[in-house]
């Protein structure tokens, strides 16, 4: 007697792993899409094969975030107001300005700084820092790159000043989230402040169409409690704060800071 396959909603697998790809949730798409009875593991079907294959065309890897073109915005006052706003801002500003209060100058590293409006701003607010940027996009670096060595004539990084890593909203499209630790054990081993953002949840939930983003820069999206555990995991033995706006925000202190001005957190009236 010959082998009949058991039955299998094809349709519903891939609806599932399209509503998926509308929340952000790509990487979880991919495993919906894996999820097959065994028969269909042995003999893959090609509707979830090909839907795999385009969803694999369209994920930002590191290569393409290192030289695609297109992320070089012109900053603008609306831009700049639109960042001033922001939960990441108000939070790395009130970090300078506690130590500038006690005549420190600390040094800002900042992974992935988009189109350069965090040093802009916080310069525009009359906060004193020195800066330093890890670029994870060459074109953009290029296109942006006169704004940082603007502040970096200005001001020169002191040996002893206090330092705050910054990682904003850039998790949520690594491949490997331990990458930010990477990059703070290279750059600052013993950064005085960690800062971590992430969008709470779906960036847009109003996405109806995946194919419409262009790209998947967006490989995870995370409730509270996952963001909490991917990066507490990360900085064991720093003690944080959390704050939740339509972005979500970790602000970690390094228990052995020298510096007493930083190690209280902040309570923040949101406008986000």
């Not at 262009?214 to 996952?226: C, F, N, V």
């Amino acid at each position: 007697m010959s082998y009949v396959p058991p039955s299998f909603n094809t349709q519903a697998c891939v609806d599932l792993a399209e509503s998926l790809l509308c929340a952000d949730e790509t990487l979880m798409a991919l495993k919906v899409l894996e999820m097959v009875p065994s028969y269909y593991r042995d003999n893959p079907i090609p509707k979830l094969e090909d839907l795999k294959k385009e969803i694999h065309a369209k994920i930002a890897t590191a290569a393409f975030y290192a030289t695609h073109k297109g992320f070089e915005l012109t900053v603008t006052d609306e831009h700049i107001n639109k960042v001033g706003d922001s939960l990441r801002s108000m939070l790395i500003g009130q970090d300078i300005r506690e130590l500038n209060a006690i005549s420190r100058v600390p040094h800002l590293i900042d992974m992935g700084p988009g189109e350069g409006i965090l040093p802009v701003l916080l310069r525009r607010h009359g906060l004193k820092f020195t800066y330093q940027q890890i670029y994870v996009n060459h074109p953009t670096y290029l296109a942006t790159r006169h704004r940082f060595e603007q502040i970096e004539r200005e001001e020169p990084m002191a040996e002893d000043s206090p330092v705050i890593f910054v990682a904003t909203e850039i998790i949520e499209h690594l491949h490997d989230e331990r990458e930010i630790a990477y990059e703070m054990q290279r750059t600052a081993p013993k950064a005085d402040v960690i800062h971590v953002s992430t969008p709470l949840h779906t960036f847009n939930p109003n996405v109806k169409n995946w194919r419409d983003i262009g790209w998947l820069g967006h490989l995870r999206a995370y409730t509270p409690r996952e963001f909490q555990d991917a990066v507490l995991k990360m900085f064991k033995g720093y003690e944080f704060a959390y704050y939740e706006s339509t972005v979500q925000h970790l602000r970690l202190v390094n228990p052995n800071t020298r510096f007493d001005a930083i190690k209280k957190h902040y309570q923040l009236e949101m406008t986000q």
